[in-house]
């Protein structure tokens, strides 16, 4: 008996370190991280999903670019972001262009790497723009660095928020709130769109930083009355960059509804 407990006991031990070692999550693990190195030709390159999501870690090596897709919808505003987590602060960034055919960069694309959240000081960058048309595009991502290589996340939002239901009808106003939540300025277009789908109205403004901005249908955007239908809101910043809300409005502040208006993915 005492020699089946020892046999069992040295079979149990022996799976345990086997688990251990294997474990890629284990700090004492002896095996080498897995790590996928980036594509780096175009246009044979993955499609990045805009709803936030973070890649499994890829590769850069000195010198080299990698190569992404995203395919962009018109009017829509995105935002990428790629940071190194792993080594320490770094002098170099890496340069991250967004183009229409591997090589020509479209227009409106803003380097927004410092504003809030600060992502300089490391081997980090942002860009945003916001979308004119439905379009596949190519994103290069180069790292300047001809000493060392890099293992970084990538990520692209679409920052885009949405307004399910605005109303003009029986009286009602419609009256949408902004708020910068950075250290910056930052540039966005509401569009509002009538219930057939048209597009009823448009505003373009800078959006001043730290602060809150109130537009109404009828008198900032001009929505004439018995019209209802749905608005978007895209903006040049950080996905988070641009809160929002909104709330039907009738009489002098006697009935006060509110409605829905966010992003429709989750940041993080």
């Known amino acids: 008996m005492k020699r089946e407990f020892l ?4 079979c149990l031990l022996m799976t345990s370190v086997a688990f251990s070692q294997s474990d890629p999550g284990n700090p004492g693990t002896t095996n080498p ?17 805009s709803d936030g999501t973070v890649t499994a870690e890829d590769s850069l090596q000195v010198g080299g670019t990698a190569y992404y897709a995203l395919n962009a919808k018109a009017g829509h505003s995105y935002a990428i972001e790629v940071w190194d987590p792993f080594d320490l602060t770094a002098g170099v960034a890496p340069t991250i262009t967004v183009t229409s055919d591997c090589t020509t960069s479209i227009m409106g694309v803003a380097d927004v790497t410092h504003v809030d959240p600060d992502l300089g000081g490391g081997f980090a960058s ?59 300025d930052i540039v966005g277009v509401l569009t509002v769109f009538d219930q057939n789908g048209g597009v009823l109205k448009t505003y373009q403004g800078t959006f001043k930083a730290g602060l809150f901005t109130g537009l109404q249908a009828i008198q900032d955007l001009k929505v004439p ?44």
């Open 7 to 10: 046999i069992a006991a040295c």
């Open 225 to 268: 009355a018995e019209h209802a239908g749905d608005a978007t809101f895209a903006f040049i910043g950080p996905p988070g960059g641009i809160l929002a809300d909104a709330y039907f409005l009738n009489g002098p502040l006697t009935v006060i509804v509110p409605t829905q208006f966010a992003a429709k993915h989750a940041y993080h």
């Open 33 to 49: 991280k897995k790590i996928q190195s980036a594509p780096t030709t175009c246009p044979n390159d993955p499609v990045l999903s």
């Open 126 to 184: 942002r860009v945003s723009w916001i979308q004119s048309s439905d379009q596949p595009l190519a994103i290069a991502l180069a790292n300047p660095d001809q000493t060392n290589g890099y293992t970084y996340y990538i990520r692209v939002t679409d920052t885009t928020l949405f307004n399910p239901r605005w109303s003009t009808i029986a009286g009602f106003n419609t009256s949408w709130g902004l708020v910068n939540t950075t250290n910056s």
